[in-house]
C-alpha cells in the first residue's frame, strides 16, 4: 500500500507560473526522491533530498523537507508545457524499495 | 544499452493465460526492481534482486507471481493464470545498488498488460 499522500491530486495552471506540490509521509527516512511520469509510463528521477537537508534547488525545481512534520514539497518556477506531466514522491523502505505517494497530475497551460 | 529497456510494451492476454513480461537493465548495475501501476492501486513494489538474488520479495501480489534474474542482468516477471485484476502498467528499474537507498533507480518504459 502507499504510504505517502500527495496534494493537490490535479493540478493545472498557465505557463510561466509557478507549480507547487506536496507530499507527506508516515514513517522515518533517509531521504525523499521525486520522480515525474509522462503518459503513465517510465519514471524519470529529478531530485533526491536527505533527511539532514531542509531544502535543495536543480535549476527550476526547489525541493523542502520538513522532517517534523513528515512533509515535502516541489516548486517548479517559471513552469513550461513541457513540464505537464504526473509528479511523484517516494521513500526508501527495507533495503532499497521505493515508496511512492498518489501522484500530482500537473497541467501548464499555453 | 543507453537505459533500462523492457519488452514488450504491450501485452494483451486473456484470462487464464501465462504472461512473460522482460526487463534489460542498465549495464553494470546490480540491483533491479519490479513495480506495478494500476489506477486502483497507484505505484506499487513488487520485488528487488540485488545480483541474482531477490531479498525482497514482498510485494508479490500472490503465488501465480514470480521473477527471476540470470547472469546478474536480464530479468523476467511471469504471471501465472492471469487474472483481469493483473491489468497494469509494470515497471522495471535498476540501480548501481551501491549504498542502500541512497541512489535513484532509472525506470524502464514499462509493459501494459491488458488481461481481457
Known amino acids: 500500500s502507499q504510504q505517502g499522500e500527495e496534494d493537490p491530486q490535479a493540478l493545472s495552471i498557465q505557463e510561466g507560473e509557478n507549480a507547487t506540490m506536496n507530499c507527506s509521509y508516515k514513517t522515518s527516512i533517509n531521504n525523499l526522491q521525486w520522480y515525474r511520469q509522462n503518459s503513465g509510463r517510465g519514471l524519470v528521477h529529478l531530485i533526491l533530498?536527505?533527511?539532514?537537508?531542509r531544502e535543495k534547488h536543480s535549476g527550476r525545481l526547489r525541493v523542502t523537507l520538513d522532517t517534523s512534520k513528515k512533509s515535502s514539497s516541489l516548486l517548479i518556477t517559471a513552469s513550461r508545457a513541457a513540464d505537464t506531466a504526473s509528479y511523484f514522491c517516494a521513500t526508501v523502505q527495507g533495503a532499497q524499495k521505493l515508496v511512492f505517494g498518489q501522484g500530482t497530475r500537473l497541467t501548464i497551460n499555453p | 544499452g543507453a537505459g533500462v529497456s523492457q519488452s514488450p510494451s504491450n501485452k494483451v492476454t486473456e484470462k487464464g493465460k501465462d504472461v512473460e513480461l522482460r526487463c534489460d537493465p542498465i549495464s553494470g548495475h546490480t540491483a533491479l526492481y519490479w513495480y506495478r501501476q494500476s489506477l486502483g492501486q497507484g505505484l506499487e513494489f513488487l520485488i528487488y534482486f540485488q545480483g541474482n538474488s531477490a531479498p525482497d520479495k514482498s510485494g508479490l501480489p500472490s503465488d501465480r507471481f514470480s521473477a527471476e534474474r540470470t547472469g546478474g542482468s536480464v530479468s523476467t516477471l511471469t504471471i501465472q493464470r492471469t487474472q483481469q485484476e493483473d491489468s497494469a502498467v509494470y515497471l522495471c528499474a535498476s540501480s548501481p545498488g551501491g549504498t542502500s537507498g541512497s541512489v535513484e533507480q532509472f525506470f524502464g518504459p514499462g509493459t501494459r498488460l491488458t488481461v481481457l
Open positions: 533530498i536527505r533527511s539532514n537537508e
